[in-house]
């Protein structure tokens, strides 16, 4: 808990109670001294013994060393639940006899009769109290009559997202958008007050001029915009298709993809750097960033979490100058821009990310444009796992580079293939993780910085637009 200045120390009164809630104390810098006292008494003899001599006493201190931290038990203790049961006659019997296993059991143990226990799923979330202002009651005009209760103006868990007015295509649709949402448009045209967001505005519409399918990822590593205006941009520019082999991209408006071949291009591939121990290497082994790490979970009980800045339409009207110190040394034209490999893939060059997502197009690769301009001229259906590309044109993508990026680490780190051994064929393949399962076992890596201010490759973008 020391080692880790966002956890709180945990104190349980039954240590050997499973279910005991413990109370927590915060942690709190000081500047103390930790001292050793003894006490000595001598008692001095008694001549006389109808009087009564009073010990000597002595006090010794030593100065050990200073105190910088301090775990102060602040709050309240919560609930006890005990493993009880209640009998008809309101004896209380317990039950950690009969519900702990302390010891290897037979079958027999876990067929017994025994009443229904239920520990509760949760304590409480707070140990402090805290006081709640209610709001007064609001003073509306004569003649105000409140909206009837519906499911868009009940009160839910959590607040509502804010929307960002983007429209969802997926492969399936027949028709596609032509033009922005009228929110869409007004939403930008009030953010957009600045010659700096105009700016950002005809950068991005020359971009898909030239290119009509973006990433996000893309977008970001050719104009400087903050992340909080594009997701306003976007919208404004380009619908989101959401399946097939242009999900997770942004079209331009009136552009099918599905009605022209020469759409394979822009077409996404999920890439995974392949590995496993049999193959030479391990994930730990990988001089890739990791997606994420089991290590960063802590439960709620044990971590404070960071209050996040939140971003308000005064903010954007500004331009948003709260980048920090880092940012405001960086010029204004590229402050907001990534760098070129997140989003394009070159021979020699690891990822940045164990997981991409690239566009066919931004394969700098001789080869592997070759693989994908295999059918030119010749594209007759546009299907929803395989676009304009003939039948696994994917997996084939996905092989080639993996070979690529082993000769990379093989090249880095020559120590770890020591003991590798070709596969039948002859060629040195890597495990292949499907696009459906993720290994969560990484571990962060720290030989590796990818890009300043980047995010962790090109995520699924819904939930920001809904």
């Known amino acids: 808990i020391y080692a880790d200045p966002a956890k709180r120390l945990e104190l349980y009164f039954r240590p050997k109670d499973p279910y005991c809630h413990p109370v927590c104390a915060n942690r709190f810098p000081t500047s103390t001294m930790l001292l050793k006292v003894k006490r000595r008494t001598k008692k001095k003899k008694q001549l006389d013994t109808e009087e009564q001599i009073q010990p000597e006493v002595q006090f010794e201190m030593e100065i050990l060393g200073t105190v910088t ?4 038990f602040q709050g309240m203790s919560d609930f006890q639940y005990l493993a009880m049961h209640s009998g008809p006659d309101g004896k209380q019997t317990s039950m950690y006899d009969k519900v702990l296993m302390l010891k290897p059991e037979k079958e027999e143990f876990f067929h017994r009769e025994l009443p229904l226990y239920i520990p509760p799923p949760i304590f409480s979330r707070l140990d402090t109290p805290v006081d709640y202002f209610y709001r007064p009651d609001i003073q509306h005009r004569e003649g105000y009559n409140n909206p009837q209760v519906s499911g868009e103006n009940l009160i839910g868990l959590s607040r509502a997202r804010r929307p ?12 596609i958008p032509t033009k922005p949402l009228d929110a869409a448009v007004q939403t930008w045209k009030k953010v957009c007050t600045n010659p700096v967001d105009k700016k950002a505005e005809e950068e991005l519409r020359k971009l898909f001029e030239v290119r009509p399918v973006w990433s996000r990822n893309a977008v970001k590593a050719n104009i400087s915009v903050h992340p909080d205006k594009l997701k306003l941009l976007l919208p404004y520019l380009a619908y989101y298709m959401l399946t097939g082999p242009w999900r997770s991209l942004w079209v331009r408006f009136g552009y099918d993809p599905r009605k022209h071949p020469e759409a394979k291009i822009y077409q996404v591939l999920d890439f995974r750097i392949r590995c496993g121990m049999k193959y030479g290497y391990a ?17 709620p009980i044990t971590v404070k979490k960071p209050v996040s800045h939140t971003v308000s339409v005064h903010d954007l009207k500004q331009g948003l100058g709260t980048s920090g110190a880092s940012g405001a040394k960086k010029p204004a034209s590229s402050r907001y821009k990534l760098k070129e490999s997140i989003y394009v893939f070159r021979e020699g060059a690891l990822p940045p990310y164990r997981q991409m997502f690239y566009q066919l197009c931004d394969l700098n690769v001789e080869s592997l444009q070759k693989i994908i301009h295999r059918n030119d001229g010749t594209e007759s259906e546009c299907t929803e796992r395989d676009g304009w590309c003939l039948p696994k044109t994917s997996d084939d993508l ?12 093989r090249s880095t780190r020559p120590a770890l293939f020591s003991n590798t051994t070709s596969s039948e064929d002859g060629k040195e393949q890597l495990a292949y993780e ?16 990818p890009s300043d201010g980047s995010e962790n490759e090109m995520e699924t973008e819904i939930l920001d637009y809904v």
Do not use: C
């Open 69 to 72: 931290t301090v775990y102060k």
């Open 164 to 175: 960002h007015n983007a429209i969802f295509v997926n492969f399936d649709d027949e028709e």
């Open 283 to 299: 994930p730990n082994d990988m001089p890739v960033k990791a997606k994420r790490s089991t290590y960063n979970y802590s439960l």
């Open 398 to 409: 996905r092989d080639s580079m993996s070979l690529m990026i082993k000769q990379i680490i």
């Open 434 to 449: 499907s696009g459906e399962d993720e290994d969560d076992e990484e571990e962060e890596e720290e030989e590796f910085k």
